[in-house]
């Protein structure tokens, strides 16, 4: 990768998504959506692992590619980066429970790299980041109210 | 299955066990229904809305 394009680069995100036995209903609605977002140019996917943690702790990971009918993934596999190592096999599984299954999504956020080039190039430096849950929006709100009511 | 070979002996990037997010324990615990808690997010966040001042 050249420095140009590093400058460019986008801040890279994962998640992990977990599915408890007997709680997966994959119906492509997942696929659909990552592929649109890719299409759109929101996102780049980088890498996708699927993980598997037996009842014993023991983790097996799959290549998309080993996934039969990918369908529409096919496309996104092709051009996967796979930027994740096997030691990061063993730190992702941490979180997972036994006997659950759950997808591994690397991807570079495409819709904020020319934001952060500029902020780059303006002198800034990225001292923190974060994802604010929801539920804490939630635990906030109920706050306010709760305060509200016993000020009333 | 076996990961590719190039996966193996790699210095990885998540650097650290990761441990399961507090989103996911919150998100099951006992409260208002899901639907009536995603209306009070969305109007928290609607454009042009402010949280009161107590």
Known sequence: MTQTSLDQLGPVDYVVVEFPVGQSNFTGEMADELVALTAAGTIRVIDILILTKDADGSVEATELSDVENLGPLQQLEAELAELLAEEDVVNLAAAMEPGSTAGVLIWENLWAAPFAAAARRSGGQLIADGRIPIQAIIAAIEADDDELIEGA | ?54
């Open chain 2, 1 to 54: 299955m076996p990961l590719r070979p190039a996966r193996v002996g790699r210095v990885g990037v998540i650097g650290h066990p990761v441990a399961k997010t507090a989103v996911v324990a919150a998100a099951v615990t006992p409260g208002p229904s899901p639907v009536a808690k995603t209306a009070v997010v969305a109007a928290a966040v609607t454009p042009g809305r402010r949280r009161r001042r107590i």
